[in-house]
């Protein structure tokens, strides 16, 4: 019994050091590589794959999805900032590219660049796979076939406390070609906030090397650089969202205050609305706070704004509010704080990435909406504008 407990440990210890071997090749590979394709089709997903191109020196990168996509739209992105581009090539979208300082995490701008955000760092971060065999974090999980493809599964195993996610366990299986020796696909378990998700199968196809040149980061000779455009004045702003919110009552459902009593949103009509969702975890949204705080500091007598937090830990709220008080701004919660589908997401449809705001005249009714961070200009623009209006 003892000699057969002995070899199965080392057996065991074996398998180890073959998946860090195998992880460590990959990631030297992938590192020789200046310039990269790929596609990718999430698991029983009826979509069209997401076309990658991107290089590692300088960091650059453009995600799109096939023409006939409903909502498909092209997204370009470099080490500071990404924006996504229309069929036109008029800019809809912008964000910073990473919504950490660790530059661990990277902004969504939608569906297609979500593929992107689950992949990057397998085929683009050979540090990151450098890290996880170095450390010991690299577990052998058997093997499986992607698409008729033998693989390896290896399970990289990640916790710490992250500087906006608080503390973070991630348990990242990657499949890896027995065939090419790369990523095939990538899937990833992660427990934050008291929660865990699982989150898709992402397949990687056709994954190669390729000649890095300037013209395949261009939309008809637009690059990804600034001047960034003056935004739209408030009539005429676009509304990625799939319902139309001009005119709309603004939703009544019940709230929570810091002290847990209940609030509503109409207890502040009278006064021209800022509102807009955000969670503890969630770095735009933080980065929008100080835009907000000014706001709401400039037109004390005019504006109330409001940051309701959704799907996060009330703990959390209450922790985020005592160190960063006094606030200007209100801070509100969904009554039901913890859930994804919840009756506040749904009357305001938060379906998808926070943050998301809202413009409300005086009498109660939405005069804009809009997703995703937005820098101070372009929040000092459409508050003027809600204004003038009332």
Same mark, same amino acid.
């Given at each position: 019994m003892i000699t057969m407990t002995l070899c199965l440990w080392v057996a065991s210890l074996t398998s180890v050091d073959d998946s860090v071997k195998l992880l460590e090749t990959m990631a030297r590979r992938l590192a020789s590589w200046e310039g990269v394709e790929w596609e990718v089709v999430r698991e029983e997903s009826d979509v069209a794959p997401t076309h990658i191109l991107a290089t590692r020196r300088p960091f650059r990168f453009r995600v799109s999805r096939g023409p006939h996509e409903?909502?498909? @739209? !092209? /997204?370009?992105?470099?080490?500071?900032?990404? =924006?996504?581009?229309?069929?036109? &090539?008029? +800019?809809? #979208?912008?964000?910073?590219?990473?919504?950490?300082?660790a530059r661990d995490v990277v902004s969504v701008l939608n569906a297609a660049h979500a593929d992107?955000?689950?992949t990057w760092q397998v085929v683009l971060d050979p540090e990151y796979l450098r890290t996880a065999a170095r450390d010991g974090q690299v577990l052998d999980a058997g093997r499986d076939d992607i698409g008729g493809e033998a693989c390896r599964v290896l399970l990289l195993n990640r916790a710490g406390r992250h500087e906006v996610y608080g503390h973070f366990h991630i348990a990242h299986t990657i499949w890896i070609s027995d065939e090419s020796g790369l990523p095939r696909a990538s899937q990833q378990l992660r427990r934050m906030r008291g929660r865990?998700?699982? &989150?898709?199968?992402?397949?990687?196809? &056709?994954?190669?090397? !390729?000649?890095? =040149?300037?013209?395949l980061?261009? !939309?008809?000779?637009?690059?990804?650089?600034?001047?960034? /455009?003056?935004?739209?004045?408030?009539?005429?702003?676009?509304?990625? @969202?799939?319902? %139309? *919110?001009? %005119?709309?009552?603004l939703s009544d459902v019940a709230l929570q205050d810091p002290r847990g009593g209940s609030v509503r949103l109409s207890e502040l009509r009278g006064t021209p609305l800022v509102v807009t969702f955000w969670a503890t975890w969630c770095a735009p949204c933080l980065a929008e706070f100080p835009h907000l705080e000014a706001l709401q500091t400039k037109h004390a007598d005019r504006l109330r704004v409001v940051a309701i937090a959704t799907r996060d830990a009330r703990l959390n709220v209450l922790d985020w509010i005592e160190k960063n008080e006094p606030l200007a701004f209100a801070i509100w919660m969904d009554a039901d704080l913890r859930g994804d589908n919840t009756p506040m997401t749904e009357a305001f449809d938060l379906d998808g990435a926070?943050? +998301?705001?809202?413009?409300?005249?005086?009498? &109660?009714?939405?005069?804009? =909406? *809009?997703?995703?961070?937005? %820098?101070? @200009?372009? *929040?000092?623009?459409? /508050?003027? #504008?809600?204004?003038?209006?009332?």
């Open positions: 409903p909502g498909s @739209s !092209i /997204v370009i992105g470099d080490e500071e900032h990404c =924006r996504a581009f229309d069929a036109a &090539g008029v +800019v809809t #979208a912008e964000r910073p590219t990473f919504a950490t300082e992107f955000a689950a865990a998700r699982l &989150g898709p199968r992402f397949e990687i196809r &056709g994954l190669r090397r !390729i000649e890095p =040149r300037d013209e980061f261009t !939309i008809d000779g637009v690059t990804n650089e600034p001047p960034r /455009v003056d935004p739209p004045p408030l009539e005429s702003s676009p509304r990625p @969202s799939p319902v %139309d *919110w001009v %005119d709309r009552e926070i943050p +998301v705001s809202l413009l409300v005249d005086a009498h &109660g009714k939405v005069v804009d =909406r *809009w997703r995703g961070y937005r %820098d101070e @200009s372009f *929040w000092n623009a459409k /508050v003027e #504008a809600l204004l003038e209006r009332d």
